[in-house]
C-alpha cells in the first residue's frame, strides 16, 4: 500500500521508497530505517556523490534511481545494469560481490562473506557457527549431561555406601 | 636385594581386601578430578584469549561489531596471554600456601570431611569463573584473580588427603610400586581433563568448564559417602599392628640372639600405639624430620619443570608449530602418558633396592638428555609425541616418586612411627614447598619467552633439572654408599 512518499507491505515493512525532488544534499540520518527498501528513486536532488557507505544493510535493493551525475554506489561492477535516462541514472540488479571477488581469505576463521548493500561486504558466521567470533558450533544438551551424570553419581554412592561405610564408627 | 621380600608378597597380596582396593579407586580418582579441572584451564587457554580479545583482523571488509570486536578486556593476545600466565601464577602461589595448611588441618580434622568439602567448594568455584561469567558475559580481571586464588586454596585439600589415607591403608612393604601406580592420578587427571575439554570445546569453552566442575562435584559427593579413612574406621587393624606382627613372624629367620632384646620394645610400642594414636606432629617438628627439607627443595626445582610442561606444552605446540588447539591438546597427553610409566618402573626399582635417591639421580640425569632432545623436535607429530613421552618419563617419574611414595616414607619412618600423624603435613609440606617453585616458575616461563624464545625457556629447564640433582646429592651419596657396603658385606659373607 501507499503512505506518503512509501510503498509498505502489510507488516508495515518499507518496500520502496520515493525521495525525489526533495532537495537532499545526503540521504539523511535516518534513510537506514528504509534497508528493506527493493526500489528507492532518489533523482532531482542536489546528492554529493558520496553515496557507497549510505546503503549499510541495503541488502534487497534492486532498482536505484540516481541523478545524472552521481555515480551508482559500488561502482558499475556492483549492478548487472546501469541506464542512462535523460534526467536520471537507474542502476538495476544488485551483484552478489562475494561470488565475483573469489578471495578465499576474505573472512577470518569460521566467518563467511555475505552481502551488506550495493558494492559492500561483510562477514558473518559460516553455517553452523555462532557466538563471538564465530568460535562456536552446536549446542550443548544441559539435561542429557546433567541426567547421565546425576543418575550415575546417585548408583555409584548408594553401591560405595552399602558396601564400605555403613559399618563405620560414628566420626 | 629384596628378593625375598617380594617373594612374600604373596601374603601380602592376600591382605589387600577389596576395602583397599575401593580406597585406592576412590583416592585415585578423586584426585584425578581435581586435575582435570586445573588441567581444563591449560587447554581452553587459545579460546579464552579469544574470548577475551577484539578481532585483528587487517582486510577491507567489513566486520560487524557485535560478532568480532565487541569484547575489549585486552587490547591484544599478547596481553591476554601475559594475564593467563599471571593467573596461573597466581593459583600456583595460593595452591602452595593451601598446602601447607591443609596439611595441618587434615591431620587435625576428618580426612573424608576435608576433602569432600574441597572437592565440592573447589568445583563451585570453577563452574563461576569458567561457565557463570561467560553466561552473564561479564568479564573482569580482579573477578577472576579472586577466585583462582580461592580456588588454589581449596584445590590444595586434595594431595595431602589422598595421600594420608593411602599411608593408612598401604604399609612399607611394596610402598614404592604401589604409590608409583598410583601417583599416575595426576597423569590420569590431566588427560582426563585433556580429552573431556577437547570433546567439549566446540561448544564454546563454558562447556568444558562445566563438565569438568559438575564431574569433580560428583566425585566430591561419592568420596563423601564411600571413603574410608583408616582400616581402623570399620575395626580392622591398622598398617603398624601389622607391620609388627609382620617383622616379628620374620625374626627367627634372621639373627637368633637379637630376637630376644627386640621382641619387647615391639610389644611396649604397641601399647603406646592406641593410646597415643592421635597426636599429630607441629609443623616445624615437621620440618626437621630427616630428609624432608632436601626433598622439598629438590621438589621445587623438579615441580617447576613439571609445571610449566603441564601448563604451557599446548601453547607451546600451537604457537612454535602452528598446530590447532584441540589436536596440541590432545598430543600433550603423551607427556603423561610417560610420567604413568616412568613413575610405576621407577616406583618398582626404587623398591628392589629399597633406595629411591639413586634411582631418581639417574632418571633426572637422562632428563636432561631427553629435554635437550625435545626442544630439538622437528615439525613432525609422531616424533614430538614420542620425545614428549621420553621426556615425560624421565622429569615425571621422579617427580611423582617425590611427590607420592617418599613423602610417605618421610611422614612414616621409625622415629615417629605410631606415635604422631605426620603424614599429611609431611606431605603438605613438601608438595608445599614444590608449588612455590612452580609458581615462581610460571612467572619466569613467560617472561622469558616474552624476551628471549622458547629454546631459553629450554635451558632455564635444564638448569633446574640439574640443581634437583645437587639438592638431593647428600642423600645419593649416602644411599649409595650404603648400597656398595650391603654388597660388600653380601661378598664378604659368601
Known amino acids: 500500500m501507499l503512505h506518503a512518499r512509501c510503498c509498505l507491505n502489510q507488516k508495515g515493512i518499507i518496500l520502496g521508497l520515493d525521495l525525489q525532488n526533495c532537495s537532499l544534499k545526503d540521504p539523511g540520518p535516518n534513510f537506514p530505517q528504509a534497508h528493506t527498501a527493493v526500489i528507492i528513486d532518489l533523482q532531482a536532488n542536489p546528492l554529493k556523490d558520496e553515496l557507497a557507505n549510505a546503503f549499510h544493510g541495503f541488502i534487497q535493493l534492486q532498482t536505484l534511481i540516481l541523478p545524472q551525475d552521481v555515480n551508482c554506489p559500488g561502482g558499475i561492477n556492483a549492478w548487472n545494469n546501469v541506464t542512462f535516462y535523460i534526467n536520471n541514472q537507474t542502476c538495476q540488479g544488485q551483484r552478489n560481490l562475494c561470488n565475483s571477488t573469489g578471495d578465499p581469505e576474505m573472512c577470518p576463521e569460521n566467518g563467511s562473506c555475505a552481502p551488506d548493500g550495493p558494492g559492500l561486504m561483510q562477514c558473518i558466521c559460516a553455517d553452523g557457527f555462532h557466538g563471538y567470533k564465530c568460535m562456536r558450533q552446536g549446542s550443548f544438551s544441559l539435561l542429557v549431561f546433567f541426567g547421565i551424570l546425576g543418575s550415575t553419581t546417585l548408583s555409584i554412592s548408594i553401591l560405595l555406601w552399602g558396601t564400605q561405610r555403613r559399618k563405620a564408627k560414628a566420626s | ?494
Open chain 2, 1 to 494: 636385594m629384596a628378593w625375598p621380600h617380594i617373594f612374600q608378597r604373596g601374603t601380602l597380596l592376600s591382605r589387600f581386601s577389596h576395602h583397599h582396593v575401593v580406597v585406592f579407586l576412590l583416592t585415585f580418582f578423586s584426585y584425578s578430578l581435581l586435575h582435570a579441572s586445573r588441567k581444563t584451564f591449560s587447554n581452553v587457554k587459545v579460546s579464552i584469549s579469544k574470548q577475551w580479545t577484539p578481532s585483528a583482523f587487517n582486510k577491507s571488509i567489513e566486520l560487524p561489531v557485535e560478532i568480532w570486536s565487541s569484547n575489549h578486556l585486552f587490547p591484544s593476545a599478547e596481553e591476554a596471554t601475559l594475564f593467563l600466565g599471571t593467573l596461573d601464577t597466581i593459583f600456583l602461589f595460593s595452591y602452595a600456601v593451601g598446602l601447607f595448611i591443609s596439611g595441618i588441618v587434615g591431620d587435625r580434622l576428618n580426612l573424608r570431611w576435608v576433602l569432600s568439602f574441597g572437592m565440592c567448594s573447589s568445583a563451585l568455584v570453577v563452574f563461576v569463573f569458567g561457565t557463570l561469567t561467560e553466561w552473564l558475559r561479564f568479564y573482569n580481571k580482579g573477578l577472576y584473580c579472586c577466585l583462582w586464588i580461592v580456588n588454589g586454596l581449596l584445590q590444595s585439600t586434595g594431595w595431602p588427603c589422598v595421600v594420608a589415607v593411602m599411608g593408612n591403608w598401604f604399609g612399607k612393604a611394596g610402598r614404592g610400586v604401589v604409590f608409583g601406580l598410583w601417583s599416575a592420578c595426576a597423569s590420569v587427571g590431566n588427560i582426563l581433563g585433556a580429552c573431556l575439554a577437547s570433546s567439549v570445546l566446540q561448544y564454546g569453552y563454558e562447556y568444558a568448564f562445566l563438565v569438568t566442575a559438575a564431574v569433580q562435584f560428583a566425585g566430591g559427593i561419592i568420596i563423601f559417602f564411600g571413603l574410608l579413612v583408616s582400616p581402623e574406621e570399620i575395626g580392622l587393624p591398622g598398617i603398624e599392628a601389622e607391620e609388627n606382627f609382620e617383622e616379628d613372624s620374620h625374626r627367627p629367620l634372621i639373627n637368633g640372639a637379637d630376637n630376644e632384646d627386640e621382641s619387647e620394645p615391639n610389644y611396649s610400642i604397641q601399647e603406646d600405639d592406641t593410646a597415643s594414636q592421635v597426636k599429630a606432629i607441629s609443623f616445624y617438628q615437621a620440618c626437621c624430620l630427616p630428609g624432608v627439607i632436601p626433598y622439598s627443595l629438590a621438589y621445587a626445582c623438579l615441580k617447576l619443570v613439571n609445571y610449566s610442561f603441564f601448563f604451557w606444552l599446548p601453547f607451546y605446540l600451537s604457537n612454535n608449530f602452528g598446530w590447532k588447539e584441540a589436536e596440541a591438546d590432545k598430543l600433550s597427553i603423551w607427556y603423561d602418558v610417560g610420567g604413568i610409566i616412568g613413575g610405576t618402573l621407577q616406583g618398582f626399582i626404587s623398591d628392589v633396592l629399597q633406595k629411591r635417591a639413586p634411582v631418581l639421580a639417574l632418571s633426572l640425569l637422562l632428563a636432561v638428555g631427553s629435554l635437550v632432545g625435545y626442544s630439538r623436535s622437528p615439525d613432525d607429530k609422531s616424533i614430538n609425541a614420542l620425545l614428549m613421552a621420553v621426556t615425560g618419563f624421565f622429569i615425571g617419574g621422579p617427580s611423582n616418586m617425590i611427590s607420592s611414595a617418599i613423602s610417605a616414607d618421610l611422614g612414616r619412618q621409625e622415629l615417629i612411627q605410631g606415635s604422631s600423624e605426620a603424614l599429611a603435613t609431611v606431605t603438605g609440606i613438601v608438595d608445599g614447598t614444590g608449588s612455590i617453585g612452580a609458581a615462581v616458575g610460571q612467572y619466569l616461563v613467560s617472561l622469558i619467552q616474552d624476551n628471549l624464545g622458547w629454546m631459553w625457556v629450554f635451558y632455564f629447564f635444564i638448569l633446574m633439572t640439574s640443581c634437583t640433582i645437587l639438592f638431593i646429592s647428600p642423600l645419593i651419596v649416602r644411599e649409595i654408599g650404603s648400597l656398595l657396603q650391603r654388597r660388600q658385606a653380601r661378598i664378604l659373607s659368601e
